[in-house]
């Protein structure tokens, strides 16, 4: 419905040089099930009703981009069965261990749902490989906590993502590494061989369907199991630092390419970073996201030199990160949470200049880049909500990572 809605508009837009309104749409498909798609009485009218109000949320969050009044998004798709099949639901009820959905009757579930607590406001069915799942949106009272202050050097933490290492957290003194499970590791050897038994099966075949319905049950596996790492350590972050500091997505976007790894690694901190922005609300954590032109790997978190090795493909294989300049050797990972976790305390304010980084030098192409970034505003990509404390000034930060030989990208 969502694509008769899509296809609708695109029909009229090129008969009249205008979309049809959202009631318009309303009216028309009500009259597509009394005449030609009687079959769409089968299945709830909300679903209907909700398609047309996405589509219409999608239309006007691209027209907003196009006005530049809000982020990008491109023109609305049309939506492919199989590919994230969902659909949400305001008519419903709930009992204890089962939900009721219209015309599809009870449905019995995994989960208690005593423990919502609190209002169900809407249902979204989703199905992942062969598994349906229903989702509770529940309307609760929250109390405001406090925003947890920085006492002891450890209160606050750089976190370093990866996938050899789940994450390697560095609080000062001491890193902590997270490994991942031995599972999830295993199944992604497996899942790279299902990839390549996929890509070897003739289009259309059952032999094809099959493998593909292997390989989404072994990918739904191996999410479930990284989702349950992160939100293990999601919790204990927020719960127990009280200021948290991230890389920013994109500085990986290099290593955005066809490798399986990467890309789950890539989705883990995007996971990550959502989990803990909702999460430092609840517990009063302050979560700091580093700016996307900040070298965590390639800057010495002892002397606070820039490394040429560590740069580009290249230096994504270097496990060791070894200094020019001062001589000092780190594993590559404690290094960039070392570094992250700098960037934190000098953000916020609570180390003017953190010592590490007083006397930076560029190695390699010497102070390039410091006019190019001296003369760009400094876009903080902050998500530290609720936080009280003062801001360093923005532009003396970027004179600092300007004489860090700091050139933009990566
Ligand atoms: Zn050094």
Known sequence: MYNWGLAESQREYK???????????????????????????????????????????????????????????????????????????????????????????????????????????????????????????????????????????????????????????????????????????????????????????????????????????????VSCQRQDYLHKLSSSLAKTKSVIVLEDLHVRGIQRNRQLALSISDAGLGELRRQLSYKSEWYGSTLVIADRRFPSTQLCSGCGCLSERMKGMHGLKQRKYQCGACGQSFDRDVNAAINLRAYGLHELGIVPLPEDFREVKPVGEEGSGASTIGAKPSSLKQEASGSRRARPNTQKRAERLASAGFTSGI
Do not use: C
Not at 151 to 161: A, E, S, T
């Open 15 to 221: 008969r009249t040089g205008r979309r049809p309104r959202h009631s318009d749409l309303k009216r028309r498909l009500v009259g597509l099930k009394q005449g030609e798609a009687p079959w769409l009485y089968e299945v709830s009218a909300h679903i209907g009703q909700q398609a047309l109000v996405d589509l219409e949320r999608a239309f006007d969050r691209f027209f907003k981009g196009m006005k530049s009044e809000g982020p990008k998004s491109g023109f609305p798709r049309f939506k492919r069965k199989g590919e994230r099949d969902s659909a949400r639901l305001y008519e419903f009820r709930v009992y204890e261990r089962h939900v009721q959905l219209p015309n599809i009757g009870r449905i019995r579930l995994k989960e208690r749902t005593v423990k919502l607590q609190g209002r169900a406001v809407a249902a979204t069915v989703r199905r992942r490989a062969d598994r349906w799942f229903v989702s509770l949106t529940v309307e609760r009272e929250r109390e405001i906590v406090p925003v947890r202050r920085v006492v002891r050097p450890p209160d606050i933490v750089g976190v370093d993502l990866g996938l050899a290492r789940a994450a390697v957290i560095h609080d000062g003194s001491a890193a902590r590494i997270v490994e991942p499970r031995r599972a999830l590791r295993q199944n992604l050897a497996r899942l790279q061989r299902l990839d390549r038994q996929l890509a070897r099966k003739q289009k259309g075949s059952r032999n094809r369907e099959k493998a593909k319905l292997r390989r989404a049950r072994l990918h739904y596996r």
